[in-house]
Every structure is written in structure tokens, then in C-alpha cells.
């Protein structure tokens, strides 16, 4: 294969899954239920595999940065649309295409009763295309309008059911929050733009060390650290860090396939991308890369908490993206970006099969979605077991599955940084693999193996709000025993299944250890040399497996499952009677440390109040004042005027008389003043 990229082929990446899009959404009435799946799968599937070949070309040593098209130019600087293709774009690319191919696929039986069926193809293909936009821009431009339309159509996706009020607040908190960090991301582009003179990424970063070296205004503070932590800032609002993480939970409310697409793949891997992309800014900036690594580490940790009480299958899988995300920032902040953007892959082929499973879950518990209700599923739906096992042991990272070499690279390069906070972080990732362990195993005891709960159901009426969640097989079961899901959803698990197994074995070496990345991402391997620890560790795949045995993380893995093993298939006693002695902690756990709370009742009262003011003080009082005020004053003197016209000629010509004297007397009192003064 020669190693070039040819234009229109790249342009064809996003635009296939637009026609798709624009046709499932204008047309779907015209095109039916069919037309809108196949012209929307068709397109993602073009996009996959020229994403494929695109790779294939970037592995031979092709590369591609130019304008597509420029929009306009402003005094010198250049808004235009263009991509950035390297092997961090390549990769992407083929990660985004790939899982959402699979969750369009998965659709066609989740989504195959519902009445919106055309409107959600048209959704998520729209969805792929923004994201594409997104990873292989080459300007901050069309990184922002990529960044905002995943939000936007986000926001359509979780409030797919809009009849239901939860999935409204679900999708409006959505889109709040990430306003916030948007806000935060738009200050950091500006700095850029304003101190930088450019959009373009090349030119931005080559003025980099220049920026490195003037301070912000009015302060003591280095501007690329506050460059660097407003881009942040957009990130912890994407990819849901503490304290902007409370949206993504709450997203649930939106259809299983969306929820995969949204939290594996997409959207909240955008934050992490970025950071990668922007790699060659934070270099400059270890107040900035502690800052990032402290609050990955938080959100590692804390998050991985919240799944431990979790009794809704989709929150469980929910919260551990949140601590996943968690991991990934911790390795950006360490300066192991090609870790992190490793983890980002990887995490986006098992956690996909993990959403797409508990959806198989739900559609064979006829929509029930509380963990409680399960167990024993294991015999009626094999195919689900077996590959949510497998997307189980890849999270918690099992030795020589994909999520193993991702997160055991993590953990390493944090415990080699040499940053303030890096200890914090390395006490955080390293609890956080029994944590992880223990609430993933907690959810697959509950659900596939012990009692054959569903037959009585401990806690009937709680997923009744889920009931239209359309997805059937087209045959008839007895009422309340499970089954297995349709092909169309059991084969993208199948496919999901396979590389969460071999996918981080096969790609380590290139990726880590390669030049895969190599101009892509940037790292200054003096000040921070986190990454050369790790290649003078690193042996091959299959030493790093074995070396695992006796490494901590593998046995912190394993105790999680024991005690999850314990706690819910031998001693179910365990957990109720922690619960009772240490009830406030439940209490915390379950009130999401109070954030939301937080929230509502502090932030957004503020809120109510400033804008309050603003609209009594500012409108009413000033604007509306000063404009009412000038209209009165105008009546007044019309008024005044009015009086004035009486229409009898013997006033008017006395006003005359009255006028000439004054005027008279007005030019000659400085000859009066002068003779009086002789």
C-alpha cells in the first residue's frame, strides 16, 4: 500500500455518516424503518473502513495536515476548516467507527418497537459525525464546533424519551454542566488565539515556548498554566472529572445503545483526546500536569465508590466509566499521554460490550433494569454471560486482556512521575483496582449466577418507569423468564468481545514502546520521565503478563473478587450488616457526596438570585428605568409644548414681541455692562 492519504477520501470519514444522518432525519417517514437503519449503517460503515485503510497508510509512515476549506480571514487570522491525520487521529478515527458500527448494529433490536426508531438512527449517525469532525481537526476552530455538537446532540440522545420528566432533567443537566467546562474551554482557545495569533495547531504550538515565558496579567501566574487548566477545564466537563462528573450517571435516562456510544467511544473520550492533542502546551506547565493529575485522581477513586452501591445495572457500568476516566487523566497528568489515549482504546472496546450487555440484560429481564431482581441468568442467556465475563475481567484488568497492559501502564508511569500530587495519584489508581474489581464482580454474581431472583422479584416497581424501552425478539416467552437476545444484538457483543480480549496484547509494543505516536504527542522526557521508566521496564507482552503475578495490582484484582464473591454469593449477610453499623456512609454514598444537593440548592439558588438582581436591579431599575424615564421626560416637554400652541394670533405675537426684547437685550448687555463699567 503506498503510503499516501488522499483528500476526498478523508473527507468521505464524516461526511458518510452525515448523509445517513440527514436522510434517517428528513426523510424517515419517506425511507421507513429499514432504509433509515441500512443508509445509516451503510455510512458508518464506509467511514469504518476507510478509517481502516486510512491506519494501515499512517502505520506505513503517511501523513496528512492541510486546509479543506477556508472560511473566512480576519486581520490575519484564519478561521478554516481542515484535518490533522497521524496516528493518534488514525486511531481514533477507527475506535469511533468501529464501536458506533457496532452500537447502529445493536439498534436494530434495542431500539426495534420504538416510534422514534427513524429519529434515533438520524441521532447517532449525526452523533459519529461529530466526533469525527472533533478528532481530526487540525485547528481549534473545528475542534469547538466538533466539541459542541457532541454536546448538542448529546443532549437530543439523553432526552430521547422526552416524554418521561427524568429524561429532560437528565439531558438539561447534561448540557448545563458542560456549559460550564465549555465556558472554562473557550477561555483557553482565546488566550491561545489572543496571545498566540493563530487557530492553527502546528503554529499554536511552535509559539508555545513564547507563551511559556510571559505571565498572566495582573498576576503572578505563568499564562500557560492558566492556558492549560481552562483547556482542562472544557476536558473535566467532557470527560466528566470531579466536580463537573454529576451529568454522565444521570445520562442512563437516554437508550442503552446511546449510552455506550456516549461513554465508550465518543463523547467523553473527547476531553482525554484533547489533552493529548494539546500535549505540547502542557509540557510547558507542571503546576498544569499536577493540577490534571490530582483531579483524575479524585474522580479514580471517589467514583469508583459510588458504583459500590449502585443497583441499577446501567449506573454500575456508569460509574465505572467515571472512574476509568478517572485512570486516563491520571496518566495525562503524568505525562503519559500515549497511556492514557492506550487506556482511552481499549477502555472503548470493553466498555461498550459491558453498556451493550447490561441492554442485552435488560431486554431479557423484559426491562427490568435493578441488579437485585437477577441472578442465575447465566443459563438462559449464554452469550450475554460469557461476553460480559469477558468485558468484566478486561476492566478490572485481568492478565493479558486489554485493559491489563492499559491500566497496569498507568499505574506504573504515575508511580515513576516525580510531580506534586503524583503520590496521592499512585495511593488512588492502585486502590482503585479493588474497587473496581469489587463492584464489576458485584454486578456479575448478582446478575448470572445465585438465586433466581427474577422469579419473585425482592424489589418489584422500580424499573417501571422503564417500560418503554422497546426491544423484542419477535417471539413469544413465558412471562417472567429470561432470554437470550436477538442475533442483531448478541453479534456487536461477539465483535466487542474479541478485541476486549486480544486488542492491548497485540497493539502494547507500537503504541507504548513505537513510534505510533511519534509526532503526535509530545513529551519532554527530561523534566518529566515517566515514559522512559516505563521502556526500560517494559520486556514484551508477554513478560509484562507474567511479571503481573506477583505484582500488587493483580492481587489487589483478585482480593475485589473474592470479596464481592464472599459478600453476595456466600455470606449475603455481610454487606446488610456493614450497612447497619456504618449507615452514614451509605447515607454519603448514596446521596453522591452531596454535590447534587450541592448543586441545586447552593449554585443554582445563587444563580436564581444573581439573576434575580440582575433582572430588577439591572433591567427593570437601569435599562427599563432609563428608557420608561426618556419616554416620560419626552411627554412632558410634549406636554409643555402643547400648551404653548394656543392658536390665537394676539399670543403668538406676543411670544414674537417677548422673543425680539430678549433677543435685543441679549446682544446689547455687554455694551450696557461696558458703558456702566466707564
Known amino acids: 500500500m503506498s503510503a499516501t492519504l488522499s483528500q476526498n477520501m478523508l473527507l468521505a470519514v464524516p461526511l458518510a455518516p452525515l448523509v445517513g444522518a440527514i436522510a434517517a432525519g428528513l426523510f424517515g417517514k419517506q425511507i421507513g424503518r429499514k432504509g433509515a437503519h ?69 439498534t436494530i433490536g434495542y431500539m426495534a418497537e420504538d416510534p ?78 489572543a496571545y498566540g495569533g493563530t487557530l492553527n495547531y502546528g503554529e499554536a504550538f511552535a509559539k508555545g515556548p513564547e507563551i511559556a515565558k510571559l505571565a498572566f496579567p495582573g498576576t503572578e501566574w505563568m499564562l500557560i498554566t492558566v492556558t492549560c487548566i481552562c483547556l482542562f477545564i472544557g476536558a473535566m466537563g467532557k470527560s466528566a472529572q470531579f466536580p463537573l462528573h454529576v451529568w454522565l450517571p444521570d445520562s442512563m435516562e437516554g437508550p442503552t445503545p446511546i449510552s455506550a456510544l456516549i461513554h465508550a467511544a465518543t463523547m467523553v473520550t473527547a476531553g482525554i483526546f484533547m489533552v493529548a492533542r494539546m500535549s505540547p502546551l502542557f509540557e510547558l506547565s507542571d503546576t498544569a500536569l499536577s493540577f490534571v493529575m490530582v483531579i483524575g485522581a ?37 505525562s503519559a499521554y500515549s497511556v492514557a489515549v492506550f487506556h482511552l482504546m481499549t477502555h472503548a472496546f470493553f466498555k461498550a460490550l459491558l453498556f451493550l450487555g447490561a441492554g442485552s440484560v435488560i431486554i431479557g429481564m423484559h426491562h427490568d433494569q435493578d441488579i437485585r431482581n437477577m441472578g442465575g441468568l447465566r443459563k438462559y442467556m ?25 491500566k497496569d501502564s498507568i499505574i506504573e508511569a504515575v508511580h515513576a512521575s516525580h510531580l506534586w500530587g503524583s503520590g496521592f495519584a499512585y495511593f488512588a489508581v492502585a486502590a482503585g483496582v479493588f474497587v473496581t474489581a469489587f463492584y464489576s464482580f458485584r454486578m456479575y454474581f448478582l446478575v448470572f449466577h445465585g438465586e433466581e431472583r427474577f422469579r419473585h422479584k425482592p424489589f418489584p416497581g422500580e424499573h417501571d418507569h422503564h417500560d418503554d424501552d422497546h426491544a423484542d425478539d419477535g417471539h413469544a416467552h413465558e412471562p417472567h423468564i429470561p432470554h437470550e437476545s436477538p442475533a442483531v444484538v448478541t453479534l456487536p457483543l461477539i465483535a466487542l468481545a474479541i478485541p476486549s480480549v486480544i486488542i492491548g496484547f497485540l497493539t502494547i509494543g507500537p503504541m507504548l514502546y513505537g513510534e505510533f505516536f511519534k509526532g503526535a504527542i509530545v513529551v519532554n522526557a527530561e523534566a518529566h520521565p515517566a515514559m522512559e521508566e ?125 422673543g425680539v426684547i430678549g433677543l435685543m437685550t441679549w446682544q446689547l448687555w455687554p455694551f450696557l455692562l461696558g458703558s456702566a463699567g466707564k
Not at 503517511?62 to 496516528?87: C, H, Q, S
Not at 449502585?310 to 476509568?324: E, F, G, H, M, P
Request: proline share 2%; net charge positive.
Open 38 to 106: 441500512w443508509i445509516t449503517c451503510i455510512g458508518v460503515a464506509i467511514s469504518l473502513a476507510i478509517s481502516v485503510q486510512t491506519l494501515l497508510a499512517v502505520i506505513d509512515g503517511a501523513r496528512f495536515n492541510a486546509t479543506i476549506y477556508e472560511w473566512m480571514n480576519l486581520g490575519g487570522l484564519k478561521m478554516e476548516i481542515g484535518f490533522l491525520v497521524d496516528g493518534l487521529t488514525a486511531m481514533m478515527m477507527v475506535v469511533v467507527t468501529f464501536v458506533s458500527l457496532m452500537v447502529h448494529i445493536y
Open 534 to 658: 516505563l521502556v526500560k521496564e517494559f520486556h514484551g507482552a508477554v513478560a509484562m503478563g507474567i511479571h503481573s503475578l506477583t505484582s500488587l495490582p493483580l492481587w489487589l484484582a483478585i482480593a475485589g473478587v473474592v470479596t464481592a464473591y464472599v459478600f453476595y454469593l456466600v455470606k449475603p449477610s455481610i454487606p446488610a450488616a456493614i450497612q447497619a453499623r456504618f449507615g452514614f456512609i451509605q447515607r454519603l454514598l448514596e446521596n453522591k457526596y452531596y454535590l447534587d444537593w450541592i448543586n441545586e440548592n447552593v449554585f443554582a439558588r445563587l444563580a436564581r438570585m444573581t439573576g434575580t438582581g440582575l433582572w430588577k436591579g439591572g433591567d427593570e431599575a437601569v435599562i427599563d428605568g432609563a428608557i420608561n424615564g426618556s419616554a416620560r421626560m419626552m411627554g412632558g416637554l410634549a406636554a409643555i409644548g402643547r400648551r404653548l400652541q394656543t392658536g390665537y394670533l394676539y399670543f403668538y405675537a406676543l411670544v414674537m414681541i417677548v
Open 298 to 334: 479524585i474522580t479514580a477513586l471517589f467514583m469508583g465508590f459510588l458504583g459500590i452501591i449502585q443497583n441499577d445495572i446501567k449506573r454500575v457500568v456508569a460509574y465505572s466509566t467515571l472512574s476509568q476516566l478517572g485512570y486516563m487523566t491520571v496518566a495525562l497528568g503524568a
Open 382 to 406: 449464554p452469550i450475554t454471560w460469557i461476553t460480559s465475563l469477558l468485558g468484566s475481567l478486561a476492566l478490572i484488568g485481568t492478565p493479558f486482556f486489554a485493559g491489563f497492559y492499559s
Open 116 to 193: 422514534g426508531y427513524q429519529r434515533f438512527f438520524s441521532y447517532i449517525s449525526l452523533f459519529t459525525f461529530s466526533m469525527l469532525m472533533l478528532v481530526m481537526s487540525n485547528n481549534f476552530l473545528q475542534l469547538f464546533f466538533g466539541w459542541e455538537a457532541v454536546g448538542l446532540v448529546s443532549y437530543l440522545l439523553i432526552g430521547f424519551w422526552f416524554t418521561r420528566p427524568t429524561a429532560i432533567f437528565a439531558n438539561m443537566k447534561a448540557f448545563l454542566v458542560n456549559r460550564v467546562g465549555d465556558f472554562g474551554f473557550i477561555l483557553g482557545i482565546g488566550l491561545i488565539v
